[in-house]
């Protein structure tokens, strides 16, 4: 077992897995500091509902005793998790640890919406289940040249802006205070 030290960024997405030929919601829960990362746990729900969630990445944060030094949330996009009215996974989440918490969209999934933006403005919108275009892309990944592909972090631009991790811990907390 790990012994994480520091503010606490809690990670969680909702997976629909089979289990003896059972379809069952599953709740990975991560909790990541800097430089450092622990599986709290991966509860079975009952739905995959804003509230369910809410209880059991509470339950995960209070197993590890991590109530006081969570400061915030990294988040898919999904409505369960961004829904409005009280309904969502941060007003419980929130409500539950007695605090506000930064709220911060996961990379992965900010970017998905953009692209599918940029997707729908030229090809238009679909109504299938899946996204057809990243349908698409998945079917061509082995295909691309994956060696011409660098981390984000060795562009010049990007490391410039992303410098200082205290500047953007500064620039999280102010979020915070003004949320």
Known sequence: MKSLSGC???HWDGKIVEEDGVKVDRLPVIASTKGDSQLL???KLASGT????A????NAVRNWSLEDRTGGLVFDTTGSN????GKGFFPRIEKFLGKDLLRLACRHHTTEIIIRGVYE???GSSKAPEDPLFTAFQKQWDKLDQSYFTPG????TVARALRSEDTI???ARAQIEVG
Do not use: C, R
Request: net charge negative.
């Open 8 to 10: 606490v960024l809690i």
């Open 41 to 43: 746990g991966i509860p």
């Open 50 to 53: 804003g509230q369910a969630q």
């Open 55 to 58: 209880e059991a990445v509470v």
């Open 82 to 85: 961004t829904g409005g009215g």
């Open 121 to 123: 403005t030229f090809m």
């Open 153 to 156: 972090l060795l562009d010049k």
């Open 169 to 171: 811990v500064e620039f």
